[in-house]
Nanobody
Framework: QVQVVESGGGLVQAGGSLRLSCAASGSIFRLNIMAWYRQAPGKQRELVARITTGGSTAYAGSVKGRFTISRDNAKNTVYLQMNSLKPEDTAVYYC???????????WGQGTQVTVSS
């Protein structure tokens, strides 16, 4: 069952910014870590950033200092602010709630981010 809906992607020039949003069902959002992932063509899905219910964050090395993950617990929404975008950030971005080696939600459709050079 898909319990997340991603939005906010688009086409942007290198150096630009985008803000992604992920609306999640309350049942998985309130009690769990939320995370953003991305999958580029021909590559495996990778973890980009995650945030605990208390607001502690962690980032992949490739985005640290450029991306910021945040959550609005009242809206069951998690955000990903992406600044200084690079062409290598081009991918489909997904959100989910990790649970061990699995996830609480089936994968949504994601949102496409394309960064032109």
């Amino acid at each position: 069952q898909v319990q997340v809906v991603e939005s906010g992607g688009g086409l942007v020039q290198a150096g630009g910014s985008l803000r992604l949003s992920c609306a999640a069902s309350g049942s998985i959002f309130r009690l769990n870590i939320m995370a953003w992932y991305r999958q580029a063509p021909g590559k495996q899905r990778e973890l980009v950033a995650r945030i605990t219910t208390g607001g502690s964050t962690a980032y992949a090395g490739s985005v640290k200092g450029r991306f910021t993950i945040s959550r609005d617990n009242a809206k069951n929404t998690v955000y990903l602010q992406m600044n200084s975008l690079k062409p290598e950030d081009t991918a489909v971005y997904y959100c989910n709630a990790p649970h061990g080696s699995s996830w609480y939600s089936d994968w949504g459709q994601g949102t496409q981010v394309t960064v032109s050079s």
